[in-house]
């Protein structure tokens, strides 16, 4: 995975305007003017883990917070206490 080809999934997976899929937008929007060094910068998070066979194929791959991204490590994906699925695309906004 060379940083190129990295920027190039990253610019179809998680183009400006998205949502983080781990905290479905609690932390705010994915900051892509902070860059992606930043907590609240882009990455692209394997549904299936890489180190579980999980690849590099869009069909795997979610835009994430850096920090969400590094929080979850090898684990599924956490599901906020109380929150139905169902309910978690209006978690955390305002005015709900
Ligand atoms: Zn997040």
């Given at each position: 995975m060379s940083p190129g080809e990295y920027a190039r999934l990253l610019a179809i997976v998680c183009p400006p305007e998205s949502?983080?899929?781990?905290?479905?937008?609690?932390l705010g929007p994915i900051r892509h003017d902070l860059g992606g060094r930043h907590r609240l910068g882009?990455?692209?998070?394997?549904?299936v883990p890489a180190s579980k066979g999980g690849t590099w194929d869009l069909s795997n791959l979610r835009p994430a917070h850096q920090c969400c991204n590094s929080a979850r490590r090898d684990r599924p994906p956490s599901i906020p206490r109380g929150v139905r699925s169902s309910r978690w695309a209006n978690a955390g906004r305002r005015g709900t």
């Open positions: 949502v983080c899929w781990l905290c479905r937008g609690t882009p990455s692209l998070d394997h549904v």
